[in-house]
């Protein structure tokens, strides 16, 4: 069965930083493409990077330049940098997975961004 298990989100100032993981069990991630969605108050959750199964990313324009996704094979973990938060990066943030064609997700992990 797989599940994914997120961490490392919490209270964060405008402009600080924290890094978010995603530890996946339960199925071969290394042929999997990956990545996180988020949802803000009162909105619809929205796509923010995702990691392809041959090394290939995307970000939402949005976080171009301050967040990194990435991953770690060896760990079944995948990472999410973000840099330079904004008020606005306020949101519950969830992994997903997408493996033979099933897509799988984390419970999510709020982060705040307020000063």
């Known amino acids: 069965q797989v599940q994914l298990v997120e961490s490392g989100g919490g209270l964060v100032q405008p402009g600080g930083s924290l890094t978010l993981s995603c530890a996946a069990s339960?199925?071969?991630?290394?042929?999997?493409?990956l990545g996180w969605h988020r949802q803000a108050p009162g909105k619809q959750r929205e796509p923010v990077a995702s990691?392809?199964?041959?090394?290939?990313?995307n970000y939402v324009d949005s976080v171009k330049g301050r967040f990194t996704i990435s991953g770690d094979d060896a760990k079944n973990t995948l990472y999410l940098q973000m840099n330079s938060l904004k008020l606005e990066d306020t949101a519950v943030y969830y992994c997903?997975?997408?493996?033979?064609?099933?897509?799988?997700w984390g419970k999510g992990i709020l982060v705040t961004v307020s000063s």
């Open positions: 997903y997975t997408t493996l033979y064609g099933v897509v799988y």
């Open positions: 990691l392809s199964n041959t090394g290939i990313t």
């Open positions: 339960g199925g071969r991630f290394s042929i999997a493409a």
